[in-house]
């Protein structure tokens, strides 16, 4: 099965997207094509790589990604380094992007399994124009069509970083950010279950948002754990603490994101009292 899917800041408005999708089918009549989302923020590749890195692992084995996100290229540009149209190939799919700091915010420490650059397209300036279609959808057609990688790109040993906002453990701390916010107002953080889980699993935490006021001092298998209305935090199905109102988002309002004010980027603290630390003490006087 030919699957290909898109991630784009082009939004669904315009007719971008559509050509997207007819260059696919012109090439792949057969393709199958999976919209994760057209409504990144312009130019904002560690979104993209978020929500790549949220779903990928849910396709088979031989899926292409093109991530169509601030993708065009640019070649010795005010002694730039440039960014070139790319292909990244992790756990047997494929994710070509312009290399622009999407990979770097993708991959984290994880190791690839091959990088190239997609270097046949670079002297054809009528491309740029409109690269995602002209460079990356073409690259991912001929990797379906059973084209190997080596006859029309050369691999690369380095790729950029995006600047991507990293949990960090202090003493009885973790401190995080809102990475991401949901279609219903759900506030998406960058602490992992397996990061939390160092404290142990029954030591006493209090998770802090926005100011002291917002609290949640448990955390919930699901959102109907707790009542219609109240805050409730979890582990979603990625592993990452989100922080909710349960069926919060309605017409009144957008969820947490509305009800607490916050953005992202804003920091979440975590703060544990282990038995026999200064604060599990002080709380006996």
């Not at 922080?243 to 607490?260: D, Q, T, V």
Request: proline share 5%; charged share 20%.
């Amino acid at each position: 099965m030919q699957i290909i899917t898109l991630t784009t800041d082009m939004g669904v408005r315009d007719h971008y997207v559509a050509s997207l999708k007819g260059a696919i089918y012109s090439q792949l009549p057969n393709a199958h094509i999976v919209d994760v989302s057209h409504t990144v923020r312009p130019f904002d590749v560690a979104e993209a790589a978020y929500y790549i890195s949220s779903c990928y692992q849910d396709f088979p084995a031989g899926t292409v990604h093109v991530i169509g996100v601030d993708s065009e290229p640019m070649v010795n540009f005010s002694g730039s380094e440039g960014c070139f149209p790319s292909i990244l190939v992790f756990k047997d799919q494929y994710f070509i992007s312009n290399d622009n700091g999407f990979f770097g915010s993708f991959l984290e420490e994880n190791n690839h399994d091959g990088f190239y650059r997609v270097d046949d397209v670079l002297s054809d300036m009528s491309l740029f124009k409109f690269p995602t279609k002209n460079m990356l959808i073409p690259a991912a057609c001929k990797i379906l069509a059973g084209v190997k990688i080596e006859d029309f790109a050369s691999p690369f040993k380095s790729f950029k970083r995006a600047f991507s906002p990293s949990a960090v453990i202090e003493t009885n701390l973790i401190k995080g950010n809102i990475v991401h916010i949901d279609n219903y107002g759900n506030l998406i953080t960058n602490v992992h279950q397996t990061l939390f889980e160092r404290f142990g699993k029954d030591t006493p935490f209090t998770i802090y948002y926005r100011h002291k006021d917002y609290h949640i001092d448990e955390i919930s298998p699901t959102y109907n754990s707790v009542p219609s209305g109240e805050k409730v935090a979890l582990f979603n199905s990625n592993g990452l603490l989100e922080i909710a109102i349960n069926r919060g988002a309605n017409a009144s309002n957008g969820g947490a994101e509305k009800l607490f004010g916050l953005r992202i980027g804003d920091v979440v603290r975590i703060e544990f009292t282990p038995r026999g630390s200064r604060n599990t003490l002080e709380s006996l006087f």
